[in-house]
C-alpha cells in the first residue's frame, strides 16, 4: 500500500544525517516571520521599559544580538544552509499584564533556500539576550512559545500558523 508520508530530508539512505543539495533550486524571494515571548517578571519588566537595567539598554542589545544570530544561523544549526540573508527586522512588544516581551522578527533572502531558521534563530538569541542582561534582576525569567508564524516562497510554497 502506497502512502504519501513525508520523508525527512537530511537523512539519507542508510539512516545517516546528510545536508541537502539545493544546487539544483531556483533562487526566489523567501521571507519567514517567527516569534516568541520573555518573561521577565515585574520588576525587570519595569526596568527594561523605563530603559534602567544597570548593564544598558536591553531591547537595542537584544536588537542587535538578534540581526547577528539569524546572520550566523548556519554556524549553530548544523545542517542548515550558509543563507545569504538580506534583511532582519525584529520587533520588541512589552505586555504589561504578563511581565513579558513579546518578540518578532522577519527575516528575508532571495535564494534556493528558505529563512524560517535565520528567523527562529534571531527570535531565540533575542530572547537569550533579554535574559542574559536581566538574570542580576531575577533568575526566574523564563523564554518560551517560538515558533513560525510565517513564511512564503519555495517549493513547499506559502505557510501562515493557523492555516494548516
Known amino acids: 500500500m502506497a502512502t504519501d508520508a ?3 530530508t537530511h537523512v539519507n539512505p ?3 544525517v546528510k545536508m541537502v543539495d539545493v544546487s539544483g533550486k531556483a533562487d526566489s524571494l523567501r521571507t519567514a516571520v517567527a516569534a516568541g515571548r520573555v518573561l521577565v517578571g515585574e520588576e525587570a519588566y519595569q526596568l ?3 530603559n534602567k537595567v544597570r548593564k544598558g539598554d536591553v531591547l537595542g542589545a537584544a536588537q542587535i544580538a538578534g540581526i547577528l544570530g539569524a546572520k ?6 548544523p545542517l542548515c544552509h550558509d543563507v545569504q540573508v538580506k534583511g532582519v527586522e525584529l520587533e520588541f512588544v512589552p505586555n504589561e499584564e504578563d511581565h ?3 518578540i518578532r522578527a522577519l527575516a528575508k ?3 534556493p533556500t528558505g529563512v524560517e531558521m535565520e528567523a527562529l534563530t534571531a527570535v531565540s538569541v533575542a530572547a537569550l539576550t533579554i535574559y542574559d542582561m536581566c538574570k542580576s534582576i531575577s533568575k526566574a525569567i523564563r523564554i518560551s512559545d517560538i515558533h513560525l508564524l510565517a513564511k512564503t516562497g519555495g517549493q513547499s510554497g506559502d505557510y501562515r500558523k493557523g492555516q494548516e
Open 109 to 111: 533572502t532571495t535564494g
Open 72 to 77: 550566523q544561523t548556519s554556524k549553530l544549526i
Open 100 to 102: 513579558a516581551i513579546d
Open 14 to 16: 542508510a539512516g545517516g
Open 48 to 50: 527594561i521599559t523605563e
Open 6 to 8: 513525508p520523508t525527512l
